[in-house]
């Protein structure tokens, strides 16, 4: 059964850049890979998708290497706000719509 | 911006009780998902639901579950009887297409069955 991993947490300072990595070892050539961010008793939050190589936006960058086994997400200088838990979703194989969290990166932006 | 909507916010329930958690998903949105996310673990997916049936369950979405859109706003999740392992943070989701697309994710309801 195929399973995304993270790390369970990272502590940054502020105003540092933040990678935090996630591995699909399983995932489907059809997948996309999905971030989501979750404050306390929130919602997730979509951040950013991709499918290959580099995706960025205005609050972050997604980095797929070729074989898609990984994602990277990088927040760039981050601030006290960006304290939350972040989730790395991918769609497995054996089901179009099933998704499945990962396990989710607490990090802890400290002043 | 538009956004999904859930209630109550907050549900307590006696164990045993039936318990209807409501949600408004996103007007134009065509596919409508519950997660849960019990205190201090990961969020788990439930049920998806699309073109009035479920497209996909979960291990989880057993017989005491249930979901219905009774008309065209609303989107319900139905508990038949509560245990106590029910307790958790209900989300409701919603998006455009399956796929590639975004899910947008409502504030949840805390259900406590006590």
């Known amino acids: 059964l195929a399973k995304t991993t993270q790390p369970i947490s990272m502590d940054s300072y502020e105003g540092q850049e933040v990678n935090i990595t996630c591995s699909h070892n399983n995932i489907a050539t059809n997948d996309y890979i999905t971030w989501y961010q979750q404050f306390p008793s929130q919602g997730p939050r979509f951040i950013i998708q991709?499918?290959?190589t580099k995706v960025t936006n205005e609050v972050a960058s997604l980095f797929i290497p070729a074989d898609r086994k990984s994602s990277t997400l990088s927040l760039p200088r981050v601030s006290l706000s960006d304290t939350a838990v972040y989730y790395c979703?991918?769609?497995?194989?054996?089901?179009?719509?099933?998704?499945?969290f990962g396990t989710g990166t607490k990090l802890q932006v400290i002043p | 911006e538009p956004e999904v909507t859930q209630t109550p916010s907050h549900q307590v329930t006696q164990m045993g009780q039936e318990v209807i958690l409501r949600c408004v998903p996103i007007s134009n949105h065509l596919y409508f998902y519950w997660y849960r996310q019990i205190l201090g673990q990961k969020v788990e997916f439930l049920v998806s639901?699309?073109?009035?049936?479920?497209?996909?369950k979960s291990e989880i979405f057993d017989d005491q579950f249930s979901v219905e859109r009774p008309d065209g706003s609303n989107f319900t999740l139905k508990i038949r009887s509560t245990k106590l392992e029910d307790s958790a943070m209900y989300f409701c989701?919603?998006?455009?297409?399956?796929?590639?697309?975004?899910?947008?994710f409502g504030p949840g309801t805390r259900l406590t069955v006590t």
């Open positions: 639901f699309y073109n009035n049936e479920i497209s996909e």
């Open positions: 979703l991918v769609r497995i194989p054996g089901g179009y719509q099933k998704v499945t």
């Open positions: 989701a919603s998006s455009r297409q399956t796929g590639a697309d975004e899910q947008y």
């Open positions: 991709g499918y290959k």
